[in-house]
């Protein structure tokens, strides 16, 4: 019973797992998002509604505005030593291989004085808030195919909210970015594959501990004893 049961629950874990992903790929497949010229995260009222509320029931977006609630700038500020060999950071810092990024947040993209932009960035229309830096900085090159910035990318979501806190911090006017900011609902929990697990580990327990005492044991008292003397010397 134990393993149909787990069966039946790992199967049912797979099975949402299938479905999220083919609903992903589905997503996909219907929904190819060329890189935009402008932010790419904001698709409501378009045509394509069907497929976003099909995107909107499997794993939404990264949250960065969320994210950002509890970025840490210090945190930040070691991200950005990935950055430092071709930015400037600090106020009046000079062009390198990349514009200077004091006042980056919420400045136009590709208006830093003095600095030669690939026609990509310049051709890009809106400002560098957070979601336009999240899109960007997790794959600079996927979110402005032919930018000359040779960057990988930050993968990790919380690592380009802390880079993004730390630019933030970077500039004259900060925006504070939990003004306004509403926690989304919590939906219920639901962690099936727990409980049932732990309790068949139980029920096991006890029956291979029968089998290595050594005599007949009598009584519940002597049993328990017996328990804890047979742990001892099997060491
Ligand atoms: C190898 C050099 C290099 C590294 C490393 C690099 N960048 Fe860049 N970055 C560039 C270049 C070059 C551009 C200009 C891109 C263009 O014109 O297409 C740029 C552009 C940008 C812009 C847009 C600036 C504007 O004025 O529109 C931002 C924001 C930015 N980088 C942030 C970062 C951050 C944050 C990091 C580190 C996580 C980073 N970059 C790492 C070279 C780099």
Redesign the pocket.
């Known amino acids: 019973m134990d393993s149909f049961e787990l069966n039946k629950i790992a199967g049912a874990v797979f099975f949402t797992l299938l479905v999220y992903l083919g609903l992903q790929n589905l997503g996909d497949i219907l929904f190819h998002i060329e890189p935009a010229d402008t932010n790419a995260y904001i698709v409501e009222g378009l045509e394509v509604n069907a497929v976003s509320a099909l995107e909107a029931s499997a794993e939404p977006e990264v949250d960065i505005l969320a994210l950002l609630q509890t970025a840490s700038v210090d945190k930040g500020a070691k991200?950005?030593k990935?950055?430092v060999?071709?930015?400037a950071f600090e106020k009046g810092g000079a062009n390198k291989?990349?514009?200077a990024?004091w006042g980056?947040v919420n400045?136009d993209?590709?208006?830093?004085d003095g600095?030669g932009?690939?026609g990509?960035?310049n051709e890009m229309a809106g400002d560098?808030d957070y979601n336009s830096?999240n899109g960007?900085?997790e794959n600079p090159k996927k979110y402005?195919a032919g930018?000359?910035?040779?960057?990988a990318g930050?993968r990790k979501p919380q690592d380009r909210a802390a880079?993004i806190a730390y630019?933030n911090a970077q500039g004259d006017t900060p925006t504070d970015f939990t003004t306004g900011y509403t926690p989304p609902v919590a939906e219920p929990e639901s962690v099936p594959a727990e409980e049932p697990a732990a309790e068949a580990q139980i029920e096991e327990t006890p029956a291979s501990q029968d089998e290595s005492q050594d005599g007949p044991v009598t009584g519940a008292t002597e049993d328990m004893f017996s328990d804890l003397v047979a742990d001892t010397p099997s060491e």
């Not at 993209?109 to 830093?112: C, F, T």
């Not at 930018?147 to 960057?151: D, E, I, P, Q």
């Open positions: 991200v950005a990935k950055c060999s071709c930015h291989i990349g514009p990024l980056i400045r993209i590709a208006s830093v600095f932009y690939s990509t960035l560098w830096l960007f900085l402005a930018t000359k910035m040779a960057f930050l880079i630019l």
